[in-house]
């Protein structure tokens, strides 16, 4: 027991003196209410292409299914996109698609639904019709 008197105590300080790494956000406002950072933040732009296909040689749904699954995968690929079919879901040779894609500059849309644009008038179905918006985040 004498060996237990003689061993030196350690201080633990109080849990409120150190905090947990949750409660130390970088993120906060300074106590001013400004931010850390003067630069300003680029919100975003979304490129929303939207088309009407017509696929002469398709003859029943499961060949129009076959069509567009080689479109949607073709196109996921080059741009990077989301993409779905809006429109004409029991029409055997005619669909309508609807792509979007996110870029932080206005150019860099303009430049991927350029891309789909070209693929898409490039293939063996008839492209019957089409419409492109970009929208900013901050509009």
């Known amino acids: 027991m004498a060996a237990d008197a003689e061993r030196p105590t350690r201080t633990v300080p109080p849990a409120a003196a150190v905090p947990f790494p949750s409660e130390q956000n970088p993120n906060r406002l300074p106590a001013g209410g400004e931010s850390r950072f003067n630069t300003a933040v680029a919100r975003g732009y979304v490129g ?3 088309f009407e296909l017509f696929f002469p040689d398709s003859h029943s749904l499961k060949e129009k299914r ?6 949607k995968a073709q196109l996921q690929n080059r741009v990077g996109c989301s993409i779905a079919e809006v429109d004409h879901h029991d029409v055997w ?3 309508r698609l609807t792509l979007a894609c996110v870029a932080r500059e206005a150019g860099e849309v303009e430049r991927l639904i350029d891309i789909a644009e070209r693929w898409v ?13 970009t929208v900013g985040l901050d509009d």
Request: charged content about 35%.
């Open 66 to 71: 076959m069509h567009l699954r080689s479109v």
């Open 93 to 95: 040779q005619r669909s």
């Open 48 to 50: 929303i292409y939207s």
């Open 121 to 133: 008038a490039g293939r063996e179905f008839e492209l019957l019709w089409d419409e492109r918006e």
